[in-house]
């Protein structure tokens, strides 16, 4: 069970707002009464919450910030291409000469 | 004689012999001398079937010659003859060769002057001219060399497309082509041609690693724009499946870093749904595993499965402790260590209630268990011994071995683990602390979740008989010792050829032998006499007191078990109880054992005595004997007897009689037992 889904509330909901999200919940009956009561039990608590967070809210940007930044070290040690005008080499000759086959 | 020979009528015989014979060619020629000097339609008549016969002989003779021309590439003299022979002939496939010959003659002057423009640098000419002989000859290589000439000329979307327009390409086209596209910006696909050339050509390498810079590069612009990023992905697959990176390990691993950061994109959008069975198949495919981050995302996506899944019970449990011991929770929860500790035990919890209520029954899931509570002593342990090392790493230094394997931290580790020895309660726990982050930790493992033998097998398919520090030795004496025992008890008679190293495991690891001695003295099974070979072997080894008691009782067993199936007397059995007891004096069990064998031995003697009326006999033995139980039998039986003669209905001074002799053997062995007043009231009754 996901609790933040039960209470239909975010990650950074205060404890005011958790209180309120199940006693909505409790009205609109979108859950039975004990789920929604163990949602509130588990979020109120702080380390139930710590838990409950860790395991349903994974910070996806952060993880790409850290690839983001990896990459740009590889690809700024790595710069030796001629800039940003794209491929100006010549084209070569060594596969020339057979016209008219 | 002349005259005579020029004469119709000796021409005509000559001419009708001629065709007689078939002879056409000569009969015509005389045919024709006859016309002209007196023509009939006789003559007209054989003519003609004479010309019929040499027009297809003379015919095929040009088509020979033809032929021959053809084939010296003299294509001017072939078209002649071939022209003769369709004049001669009027055949259709003649006509057609004509044609070709026509064609190709003209096409030589095409191809000459196509190259005169390649030369003079003309190459829309060149490249027109190439067009041209495609289209006349059918023949895709005049294309090839038409887009070939594009390329030369700059002109690249044509090339381009006139290239995608051809079915198979030679390496001229396929450098020419990846050139036009690299000029295009289409990075990418220009090293997929390259890919198609076998060439070692130094400028053609460092054009490939040029485009795959830019490649890299365009793609990493790409997913900053926040392009398609399944496009994105699959282009970084490609050159990462291609030739150009190899050996490029920055670029490798650009590109790995790359794939992942748009697996990640793709996940984020199944996590939010709850898709998490997609999540893992990318997990699956991410290339940089160890990321802590996507360790992170792996214990929590295969955490979700395994609420529903078995399966993803043992992939969650390999990351989880990882995963909950990283900075990711720890930056999560804050700065306050107790709260952390909370959570991170929480967590914990959590993740072994998954692992028991997926577990079932089967001994995978058991196996799985076991494991897990090791790697959570494991993680314990390191991190109170870790203090502020955990900071100074970009992997996570509190993990499994298997993630301390693949950070290729397992040696810091085991310098850690010696480093702090005085922290382990014992050598056995700082041993097997240090044996799982071993070289041959996985084959411990094996051991501690219960399959010697695949422990066994791990260790003898492992390169690891050059490591001799003191955590190999203990895993490996270990491991040999516990395989010992499996063999033993599968009925192979070489046991003992695996505990050749136990008697140096017992004197480093103490433990290890009180817990076999221990089992040894709880044993119920079948294989009593093998155990005691081996605990003989174990003794003369290291006749240590664990082993001494263990083989001493072990000896008593056996003793015990050849006795009831009377394979030895009740004196043998006694002299191996002495034995038994020479090993360990002290062996309650034996001492005891022996006065049960000993009692028994009595108990024999009183009982034949008694059988026998030897009263006498009977009064020594239970007088003499050390043991209270001889004597409370002795009484037993005079009860008995007593009943026998009170039912014998003897004479009445006989039975008197039989009476004062069971009351003096008994005053003879104890004046005072209740049994001589029942015997001399009964006497006093039946004197009365």
């Known amino acids: ?76 040690a790595y710069d030796n291409t001629e800039g940003d005008d794209g491929f100006g080499a010549p084209c070569l000759g060594i596969f020339d000469g057979h016209h008219g086959q | 004689m002349a005259k005579k020979r020029n004469s119709i009528d000796v021409i005509l015989k000559r001419a009708e012999k001629l065709f007689e014979t078939g002879n056409y060619l000569l009969a015509e020629k005389e045919f024709k001398k006859a016309k002209h000097k007196d ?34 590439n003299d294509l001017s003299g072939a078209l ?5 022979a369709e004049a001669l002939l009027h055949e259709a496939w003649l006509t057609d060769k004509i044609r070709d010959l026509e064609q190709s003659l ?27 002989l495609g289209q006349i000859h059918k023949k895709e290589t005049y294309l090839s060399d038409s887009a070939v000439c594009l390329v030369k000329g700059n002109m690249f979307d044509q090339a ?71 496009g994105i992905l699959a282009d970084a697959g490609r050159l990462l499946d291609g030739k150009s990176v190899h050996g490029n390990d920055r670029l490798v691993k650009g590109l790995g870093v790359l794939s992942d950061y748009c697996r990640l994109s793709l996940a984020k959008p199944l996590w939010e749904t709850g898709d998490y069975g997609a999540v893992a198949t990318l997990l699956e495919s991410m290339i940089f595993k160890q990321d802590p981050a996507i360790i992170v995302l792996s214990a929590l996506t295969y955490y979700h499965l395994a609420e529903t899944q078995a399966e993803y019970t043992r992939p969650m449990a390999d990351y989880w402790l990882t995963a909950v011991y990283s900075s990711d929770l720890a930056k999560a929860v804050g700065d306050d260590p107790g709260k952390l500790d909370k959570v991170r035990q929480r967590l914990i919890r959590m993740a072994e209630n998954r692992i028991n209520t997926m577990a079932g029954s089967d001994d995978l899931n058991g196996a799985v268990a076991t494991h897990f509570d090791m790697d959570k002593a494991l993680m314990a342990d390191l991190l109170a011994i870790s203090g502020d090392l955990q900071e100074s790493h970009s992997v996570p230094w509190i993990s ?41 930790g996985e084959s411990f493992y094996a051991l501690k979740t219960g399959s010697a033998k695949e422990a066994f097998n791990r260790l003898e398919s492992m390169d690891a008989a050059d490591s001799t520090d003191e955590f190999t030795n203990y895993a490996r004496g270990l491991i040999r010792f516990e395989y010992g025992k499996f063999v033993l008890e599968n009925g192979e008679k070489n046991f003992l050829d695996y505990f050749d190293s136990a008697a140096g495991l017992f004197e480093t690891v103490p433990g290890v032998e009180k817990k076999f001695s221990q089992e040894m003295m709880q044993y119920d099974g079948r294989h009593l006499f093998e155990y005691e070979s081996l605990l003989g072997f174990l003794y003369k080894l290291r006749p240590s007191a664990p082993i001494s008691e263990a083989y001493s009782f072990f000896m008593g067993q056996v003793a015990l078990e050849k006795f009831n199936r009377g394979k030895i007397n009740n004196k043998q059995c006694l002299v191996a109880l002495e034995k038994a007891l020479d090993v360990d004096p002290g062996n309650e069990y034996i001492i005891d054992l022996k006065e049960q064998i000993a009692i028994v031995l009595e108990m024999d003697a009183l009982y034949s005595a008694m059988n026998k009326r030897k009263m ?9 004997s050390p043991f209270p139980e001889l004597r409370d039998k002795f009484f037993e039986f005079i009860e008995q007897m007593m009943e026998q003669i009170e039912e014998s209905g003897l004479e009445k001074h006989y039975h008197i009689a039989e009476l004062n002799d069971l009351r003096n053997s008994c005053m003879a062995v104890d004046p005072l037992h209740p049994i001589i007043d029942t015997l001399e009231m009964k006497i006093h009754l039946l004197g009365d």
């Open chain 1, 1 to 76: 069970m996901n609790p933040y889904a039960v209470l239909g509330i975010d990650k950074d909901a205060s404890n005011k707002e958790i209180i309120q999200a199940a006693a909505l919940g409790m009205r609109q009956r979108r859950h039975d009464a004990k789920t929604i009561a163990q949602a509130q039990k588990k979020l109120l608590d702080p380390v139930s919450r710590a838990c409950w967070t860790f395991i349903h809210f994974f910070d996806f940007e952060d993880a790409k910030k850290r690839l983001e930044r990896e990459l740009d070290e590889i690809l700024t």
């Open chain 2, 39 to 72: 023509n009939s339609p006789e003559i007209e008549e054989k003519l003609a079937i004479c010309l019929k016969h040499t027009h297809g002989l003379k015919g095929e003779e040009w088509v020979k010659k033809g032929q021959k021309a053809e084939s010296r």
């Open chain 2, 80 to 84: 002649s003859c071939f022209k003769e």
């Open chain 2, 106 to 132: 003209l096409g030589g002057e095409m191809v000459a002057r196509a190259e005169t423009a390649v030369r003079n640098k003309d190459y829309q000419a060149a490249a027109d001219l190439y067009a041209t």
């Open chain 2, 160 to 230: 381009i497309e006139l290239f995608t327009s051809l079915k198979s390409l030679d390496d001229a086209a396929h450098y020419h082509f990846g050139y036009a596209l690299a000029k295009q910006g289409r990075y990418t696909d220009a090293l997929g041609q390259w890919e198609m050339i076998d060439s070692g050509d130094a400028a053609f390498i460092a054009q490939q690693h040029q485009v795959l810079d830019l490649a890299v590069k365009q793609l990493n612009a790409s997913m900053n724009a926040g392009s398609d990023i399944n």
């Open chain 2, 400 to 440: 499994t071995p298997c993630f301390s394997k693949r950070y290729g931290l397992s040696d810091a580790v085991l310098a850690m683990i010696r480093e702090n020895r005085d922290y382990f309660r014992d050598e056995e726990h700082y041993l097997s602390t240090g044996a799982c982050y071993s070289r041959i």
């Open chain 2, 616 to 624: 006498g006999k009977a009064v020594a033995l239970a007088t003499k």
